[in-house]
């Protein structure tokens, strides 16, 4: 089925752990996001890449780094795991030419540092 | 950049009853605008948008207009349904090239039988 596959599904670091969370789209969209959501703070953009070759820090950066590896993965690492990063994580990707297109999402990637 | 303010939740209905939720937003220009949902343990998924002033987006029952007038896209449902229980996200998306969304908090609703 065409969409964004998301690895893993959950997980738990230790505090100081460092992971990498898999994005993979087969849309042939041009941009794709990371987003964190927490209870009662809706989705806050963490990176994004407009196309291959370019990402740039959305709302909430600090403590994350990203990864355009071709045009249909977009990697999100952690170097550091700490608490506050605990969060359900979701990648999307979009069209980014033309207007009116909104994302597709992937199932999540819920993650707990304790 | 955009901002979004959406009605506080939980809403609780009862089946059949007729459902509101309010969203505003404030952006530059005129910025197409979408309804997301998001059932339990799932992703977020595309409910409805609408591109221009005056649109009306619809699905699975829900509508919303554009109201460029009063900076609003209110959803609304006639008749709710014990399976229209999930958590909304209004969501207008920037002029930029990487047309980032942003969201508001989300409504939870819950539907009773």
């Known amino acids: 089925n065409a969409g964004v596959t998301q690895t893993p599904k959950f997980q738990v670091l230790k505090t100081g752990q460092s992971m990498t969370l898999q994005c993979a789209q087969d849309?042939?969209?041009?941009?794709m996001y990371w987003y964190r959501q927490d209870p009662g703070m809706g989705l806050r953009l963490i990176y994004y890449?407009?196309?291959?070759?370019?990402?740039d820090k959305g709302e909430v950066p600090n403590g994350y780094n990203v990864s355009r590896l071709n045009k249909r993965e977009f990697s999100l690492r952690l170097e550091s795991a700490a608490p506050s990063q605990t969060s359900v994580y979701f990648c999307a990707s979009s069209e980014a030419t033309g207007g009116g297109y909104g994302y597709t999402f992937g199932s999540g990637t819920r993650l707990t540092v304790v | 950049g955009n901002s979004v303010t959406q009605m506080e939740g939980p809403v609780t209905l009862s089946e059949e009853a007729f459902l509101t939720i309010n969203c505003t937003y404030t952006?530059?220009?005129?910025?197409?605008l979408f309804w997301y949902v998001q059932y339990p343990g799932e992703g977020l998924q595309l409910l409805l948008k609408a591109t221009k002033a005056d649109d009306k987006g619809s699905n699975k029952g829900f509508e919303a207009t554009y109201r460029k007038e009063t900076t609003s896209f209110h959803l609304e449902k006639g008749s709710v349904q014990v399976s229209d229980s999930a958590v909304y996200f209004c969501?207008?998306?920037?002029?930029?090239?990487?047309?980032?969304?942003?969201f508001g908090s989300g409504t939870q609703l819950t539907v009773l039988p």
């Open positions: 890449s407009a196309s291959e070759g370019t990402t």
């Open positions: 969501a207008p998306v920037n002029s930029g090239s990487a047309r980032q969304l942003t």
């Open positions: 952006a530059t220009g005129y910025p197409s």
């Open positions: 849309m042939n969209h041009n941009s």
